[in-house]
């Protein structure tokens, strides 16, 4: 147990860190960036004086315009006034610029939405609406934050007959969304109908406020709702700290404290004090009683302190060191994305209330791996500790801003209604995964592939159980996993997975299969003259996953197979070598057999997408083997939908040095221009000489390249790994598409130890391509 020492301790190291974190290397959390170049004379022209002013009489002849060619339409004010800030109260607009700052941070990192914070120095309500109205121009949309209650209340009326963009106080309604889902998921465990059930709160300011106005509309009964505050219960009468928005709860009782109401009670909200309820009050509740303790940072009561009187208690907290935290993070970014996405002019009820629904819906589905890689540990399926999704679950951003965008156009407020909605949520796919746009052609061969069976080598890992679900939800193919059966479906069921063996996937089990005598003898044909006896063939049919799988794709038993999620590339390609070998025939721009293996990795970066090879198979290829790899690599690229654009790099630029590697690549390029006269290329040259047009038409103005290079190939896989990683890494965001194993006579592709579950899933739908379009 830690002692109070230590707790000071903590509480120091964390100021500290605290303040260095805001501090360096940028005082702040947020900078201005520009979306336009602006490098040259003609640039500055374009962006301010004169040509600016065509954008501006376009938006004088229809102000709907703003949107087409300003920020507006992706940027939402934060503003306070700083006088109900966190648990520090009314501590001033200047202090209270770090957590509109931090805001800022969460609606672009998790939506994509732009923020200027906008601190006011004014307490007096009608005069703060006024500030606040006569920046309509400016936003997209208001986000006001913490102002006190009950000024909050007038302020965001006020301002929402004024403005006709949406005016939403977080505080308030981002609360109210994210327990109104909580509390829905919570009754449907208690298995309570919330049409029946009595609440408490404890705490009547604007968010409890908000989230019984909320709760109303799903379906909450206004008899049935006791509140109370520092004055105790609100009671037809009274007097004393009342308001007209408290006075809708007042209650016909001579009951006036919170232990007499608690009785019989089956949901207890609170959002007030810490220690406020007591384990006496929980004891007196209905069975299976419903808590949400949400004051910070310390809760009316302590989830142990409950569980200790109630076994059969359900609890949620604001705090993440407890189940069921509830964050409004979980859906203010994404309500403003789509009410921003569909030029809604406010925001209606219909859109809380779907919003409300996307979260709870999307609680009772299975984890994503980013989730779980987060929360590792914890265990993430619906249930008593798992009632509302995790903040950074990415899959919030595809349920609630659709459903937002479509309550909007429902209810009448959306100027811009969306009109391809499978679309749209496409787009927001490509925000979330990087990869998703790159990836939509191959997803898309993969779904008109019928019944097509991939082998996942590791059919243990959690990753592949993981991508194996999605996999069957999108239809892509039905897994076949090898390993052993029990511990499949032990961690199948602790992941909180659905698949069902049989019904969504099939199974090898590496400790009794039928088809074992069968493929060590096949596996013993193929390598006796390669030193490989009965017995080992025996024993490597047993133990080498990759070998098994191998052998299903050459029996024919599955049409593609996944390994390498640990295990070097050299260790997988040996097997796969073995039993499946290089492609015959040739590729489509050639008649010959390949005669190399290579891999092949798409990096999403900035502004562009680009390819590399060979990055994990080859140490030093001949120019000869070069060749074969580019247009491999080249043919691959156009199953992706894009034109390969190559670029041989080196450290030499168009003949600058004759160094055997630059003699190497200068080499290539011939044989390129003799076998794949197709393929737009050049080199050899430096890396930002591929990737900048205008400096290599300064360096080369007769370059037979064209454009920015989107197919890097290096000299020797030392440099290709290298600049791999180091670009995944510093400007990829870590997200990558590959390797891609070219050369190989079926679709079958090794991973590395890095790969996530989205990358396996990515896999997956290339190597179901790949089978569809087998000759």
Sequence with gaps: MSTP????????????????????????????????????????????????????????????????????????????????????????????????????????????????????????????VEVIAALEPTFGAINLEDIKAPDCFYVERELRKRMKIPVFHDDQHGTAITVAAAMLNGLKVAGKDIGQVKLVTSGAGAAALACLNLLLKVGLKRENVFVTDLAGVVYEGREELMDDDKRQYMQKTQLRKLAEVMEGADVFLGLSAGGVLKPGMVASMAPRPVIFALANPNPEIAPEDAHAVRDDVIMATGRTDYPNQVNNVLCFPYIFRGALDCGATTITDEMEIAAVHAIAELAQAEQSEVVAAAYAGEKLAFGPEYLIPKPFDPRLMMKIAPAVAQAAADSGVALRPIADMDAYRERLQSFVFASGTIMKPIFAAAKTAQHKRVAYAEGEEERVLRACQIVVDEGLARPTLIGRPAIIAQRIEKFGLRLREELDYDIVNVEQDARYRDFWQTYHRMTERKGVTQQLAKIEMRRRLTLIGAMLLHKGEVDGMICGTWGSTHNHLEYIDQVIGK????????????????????????????????????????????????????????????????????????????????????RTLELLREQAPWLEADGEMHGDVALDPVARAVMMPNSTLKGPANLLVLPNIDAANIAYNLLKTAAGGNIAVGPVLLGADKPVHILTASATVRRIVNMTALTVAEANTER
């Design 5 to 128: 020492s230590d707790q000071d301790n903590k509480r120091a190291e964390l100021r500290r860190a605290a303040l260095e974190y805001h501090e360096f290397p940028t005082p702040g959390k947020v900078a201005i960036a520009a979306t336009k170049q602006l490098t040259n004379q003609r640039d500055l022209a374009l962006a301010y004086s004169p040509g600016v002013a065509a954008p501006c009489e376009e938006i004088v002849a229809d102000p709907v315009n703003a949107f087409k060619y300003t920020s507006r339409g992706n940027l939402v004010g934060v503003i306070t006034n700083g006088t109900a800030v966190l648990g520090l109260g009314d501590i001033g607009p200047l202090a209270a610029k770090p957590v509109m700052e931090g805001k800022g941070v969460l609606f672009k990192k998790f939506a994509g939405v732009d923020v200027f914070d906008i601190e006011i120095d004014e307490k007096n309500p009608a005069r703060l």
């Design 583 to 666: 492609r015959a025939g040739g590729s489509p721009s050639t008649a010959q057999d390949v005669r190399i293996y290579a891999c092949m990795n798409g990096l999403m970066l900035p502004g562009r997408q680009v390819f590399l090879v060979d990055t994990h198979v080859n140490y030093d290829p001949t120019p000869e083997q070069l060749c074969e790899i580019t247009v491999m690599a080249a043919e691959e690229m156009l199953r992706f939908g894009l034109q390969p654009k190559v670029a041989l790099l080196s450290h030499s630029n168009f003949g600058s040095s004759s160094q055997p590697t630059a003699m190497k690549m200068r």
